[in-house]
């Protein structure tokens, strides 16, 4: 388990984009010393205030990503200096890290609108992962949601919504003519349409844009734990409520509250829900007191909720509610004339992601690209650009380079025979040129391939790290062109092991 752990804290740092973290906190060695090893330089830069008014000088001159903030401080308390910085930019995702276990104390930092509250002495995976989320929120909140009738440019900040179809259209205007109006929107589309980002698109151009952005999704919380989620729970309300906890409703007052998958909601907390929507009210689980929130509700859901609400699994007064506005996604596979726009554009962001430099789609690739149905929709269309960059070579994505799913596997050439003369030529390129084949050059390359990989891996009797010194290249390569390929990875006998990343 341990190990488990340390590497999944490697892989969590290595996709980490650049962080700027504030640390507001007397303690001058060990809290900083735990965070500079998870956010290590020169990747990501971590600075330290010693007191309040120091750290509010920090954060005017350059504002941080995240905040971590001790709630006892030589001039002042964390709650004081926590009300300061929400004056300034209400955005900045703040944990408070404190040796008090004061319940109260918790309880009205997260009512001030903390994200979160951990005890020292601090545990590192714990920290890790809670650091990660409070970025994860803070990139959701700053990063602008762009509008993209064409290929956005290449130092574009933030994702896009990119497309010019009718469709997408008619979306643009939606996201204009509701975005200022404080009223709930229901975005409705098929899994992977891009409903996080219209939401985000929403809020951005909307008045709340200074304010908290949460988002949960509701099919992703276990039923008995997302009513406490959302409104919190009094001590004792449950086995394992030790504590009093304050729900995202409470946590959010005055910004916009993202609820993903509310089909999926449960029956009994769509009452509730309908409660807060009409009076702004609610009480946590377990408890009597009234909770007055003032927050914006976009909610979003690839289910049919009128066939729900049909069938007696959906509150029909809820969806009117939530129904105030709705804006539909179109599905990929109708919008044909947006796929060249949206390849190109994850095209040129992925690699750059990937360290890649392609270019260019071939013509058979795109032709093959707009033939598909598209399932998973725009979620689907970036994983398999990522998994044909990964096996790109040089500056055009070639038919070879896509997965099976798309027909991007070629049928198998003849090989050499071992008595042979070599010629490549005689059993490669003489028999394609003159034929409709339009990726000679990679059919050539693979089976050049097969050839050199199957023979260094019977000269090294199947050891990897031998056949990858002798070919000059990495290891973990070697593994994927042999799988690509589908020739043996392991020696006779001996079992493959896995991987870390």
Known sequence: MPGQQATALSVRRKNRIMAHLLLIDDDPELLP???????????????????GSDGLK?????????????????????????KQIRVVDARIPILFVTLSRSADSAIEAMRQGAYDYLLKPLDVQKLDRVIGEALKVARLMREPAVVAETVPDDDLQGEAIVGCCPAMCEVYKAIGRVAAQDVPVLITGETGTGKELVARAIYQHGPRAKAPFLAINCAAIPESLLESELFGHEKGAFTGADRRRIGKFEQCHGGTLFLDEIGDMPLALQAKMLRVLQEQTFERVGGNETIHTDVRLIAATHRDLKSLCADGK???????????FTINLPPLRERAEDLPLLTQHYLRRFSRELGRDVRVVDSQAMARLCEYPWPGNIRELQSILKQALLHASGSVLLPAFLPESLGGVRPAMPLLPPTAEPGIETFVIRQRIG???????????RQVDRL?????MEHTRGNLQQAALQLGIARQTLRIKLRDLGLSVTRPGEVEEDETV
């Open 33 to 51: 010393e735990k965070v500079r090893h998870l956010f290590p330089a020169p990747a990501h830069r971590v600075d330290i205030a010693y007191t």
């Open 58 to 82: 920090r954060i005017k001159a350059a504002l941080p990503d995240v905040i971590l903030l001790d709630l006892r401080l030589p001039d002042q308390s964390g709650l004081d200096v926590l």
């Open 314 to 324: 959906f509150r029909s007064d809820l969806f009117y509610r939530l129904g105030v």
């Open 435 to 445: 034929s409709e084949v339009r990726d000679l050059y990679a059919e050539t390359h």
């Open 452 to 456: 050199l990989l199957a023979r260094v």
